[in-house]
Structures are given as structure tokens and as C-alpha cells.
């Protein structure tokens, strides 16, 4: 079958990095999507990466292993609107996108 | 329009009625998806339309369910006899190669 994995929360302190996981087994790739939905809103675009490596965009950063189906969302310099769900998202070979659960990312003061 | 607009963005009706729900693709977009969302909890797909190929219609939970998408753009997603449990928010996104957008959801109560 097809899973998508990323943990289910998260806590960190405003002003810190922070860490996202997703590991996922596809049938097929197209690609790896990280998206941010703030509670009540429609989820929206961070990042895309098909290739292999860092992907740099401000304080987020979005990093892809396809030998190990592995994936990571970094954020810098956290700030309290970066609380939110971060959802990990895969594109397989009939371009289908199959979604992680999210991950509840918590920012303290 | 600039993004996908979904409409109506709020919607609450009887058990037992049905609802449509609509959504305009970003313009040229080929893909469009239909996904639901409970609160709290991650997206569950419904259906995704892409270009003329048949649709993937592996994931309506029920035959009260369908959606079709006329001349490649609009899409409507119904639920007919509506039970409580339907009661989420459905959103609407679609992409062009290698990004997906989102419309700001219909939100359906059922009461």
C-alpha cells in the first residue's frame, strides 16, 4: 500500500529551528509537497522538490532523499504565526497525490 | 479569477437534503481534486479530474456522493440525502505541473 509518514505534533520554542519529518512509500514519484494549514483555512503551498537535496526559500527549507523516501521541513527563526498543521503530501505515477496525516506544530513563547 | 474559488463557503442544511457544491479552477489548470476535511483531522481524497482522462473516482465514500466537471473547468461535487456524518469542510484544489492549489473550502453542517 501507499503511506505517508510524519509525526502528529510537534512543540517549539519562537525563535528556534524545528525539524518536520515525512518518510512515505509510493507507487511511483512525482514529486514531494509540503504544505501549511492554519486551523479553520484551506492548506497553502511551501514547497515542491523532485530532485534529491536542500531546497532554500526565507527561514523555511524543504530537503528530499528519494533512496530513503525520506523528506524534511526546516523552519528557522520561528515565529507564533508558524503555529499550524504542516502536511507532507506525494505525488505517485498517475499523479495522484497521496497526504500525510499533518503535523501539529506548537510554538511557545 | 487569481486563485480557485469554491462556493458557497458555508452551508448548513437538513438531513436528508442534498447540496451541491461548486468550485472554478485557477484558469488553465488541468488537474482538479475534491478532497474532505474533518476537524482536526488530515485530508481524505474524493475524486480528481485530469484533462478528458476518466476521473478517479476511488474516493467517494458512498454512492450519495458524485461530482462531474464540465468542459474541463467548473467542477460540482453533490451529496444527495445528506447525513450528519457529512458534515466537514470539503475543499477544492487544482494544479499545472508541479503545484496545487487550494480554494478556502465549502463548510458543511448538517443538522
Known amino acids: 500500500g501507499q503511506n505517508i509518514d510524519q509525526p502528529t505534533e510537534m512543540t517549539a520554542t519562537e525563535g528556534a529551528i524545528v525539524q518536520i519529518n515525512c518518510t512515505y512509500q509510493?507507487?511511483?514519484?512525482?514529486?514531494l509537497f509540503w504544505y501549511q494549514q492554519h486551523a479553520g483555512e484551506a492548506p497553502t503551498f511551501l514547497s515542491y522538490n523532485v530532485l534529491d537535496g536542500l531546497e532554500e526559500k526565507g527561514r523555511f527549507s524543504s530537503f528530499l532523499s528519494r533512496s530513503k523516501g525520506y523528506s524534511y521541513l526546516l523552519l528557522k527563526e520561528l515565529q507564533m504565526k508558524d503555529s499550524a498543521s504542516y502536511l507532507c503530501a506525494v505525488m505517485d505515477s498517475n499523479y495522484q497525490l497521496i497526504w500525510g496525516a499533518g503535523t501539529k506544530l506548537i510554538i511557545k513563547p | 479569477g487569481a486563485g480557485v474559488s469554491q462556493s458557497p463557503s458555508n452551508k448548513v442544511t437538513e438531513k436528508g437534503k442534498d447540496v451541491e457544491l461548486r468550485c472554478d479552477p485557477i484558469?488553465?489548470?488541468?488537474?482538479l481534486y475534491w478532497y474532505r476535511q474533518s476537524l482536526g483531522q488530515g485530508l481524505e481524497f474524493l475524486i480528481y479530474f485530469q484533462g478528458n482522462s476518466a476521473p478517479d473516482k476511488s474516493g467517494l465514500p458512498s454512492d450519495r456522493f458524485s461530482a462531474e466537471r464540465t468542459g474541463g473547468s467548473v467542477s460540482t461535487l453533490t451529496i444527495q440525502r445528506t447525513q450528519q456524518e457529512d458534515s466537514a469542510v470539503y475543499l477544492c484544489?487544482?494544479?499545472?505541473?508541479?503545484?496545487?492549489?487550494f480554494g478556502e473550502g465549502s463548510w458543511l453542517t448538517v443538522v
Open positions: 484558469s488553465g489548470h488541468t488537474a
Open positions: 509510493t507507487s511511483g514519484f512525482n514529486g
Open positions: 484544489a487544482s494544479s499545472f505541473r508541479n503545484t496545487i492549489y
